[in-house]
């Protein structure tokens, strides 16, 4: 199984970014997609989650600001986030979160300055 996730980078407040997710070696269409993310020094917290139906939650923190979306003929896992804070400064993961283990891919560094 690999999860490559990409988009990350240096952006200025209020700007924004999208993350990609290819995912490989998993029936992509029906597993539950996440994006997941750790600041320095935190726990890593769940940011967005979408179902194989495309049903949709978010944390409060990203709630208007951040859409996931899913091409499942791409195999690929989107994160758009506009209007980014310094506080979403983060390496974000992507995850599969299917009815076995997780799988998680390697990390993208989003750094937003104030």
């Known amino acids: 199984v690999q999860l490559q996730a990409s988009g990350g980078g240096l952006v200025q407040a209020g700007g924004s970014l999208r993350l990609s997710c290819a995912a490989s070696?998993?029936?992509?269409?029906?597993?539950?997609m996440g994006w997941y993310r750790q600041a320095p020094g935190e726990q890593r917290e769940l940011v967005a989650r979408i179902g194989s139906s495309g049903s949709t939650n978010y944390a409060a923190s990203v709630k208007g600001r951040f859409t996931i979306s899913r091409d499942n003929a791409k195999n690929t896992v989107y994160l758009q986030m506009n209007s980014l804070k310094p506080e979403d400064t983060a390496v974000y993961y992507c995850a599969a979160l299917g009815t076995g283990p997780t799988y998680w891919g390697q990390g993208t560094l989003v750094t937003v300055s104030s």
């Open positions: 070696g998993i029936i992509f269409r029906l597993n539950t």
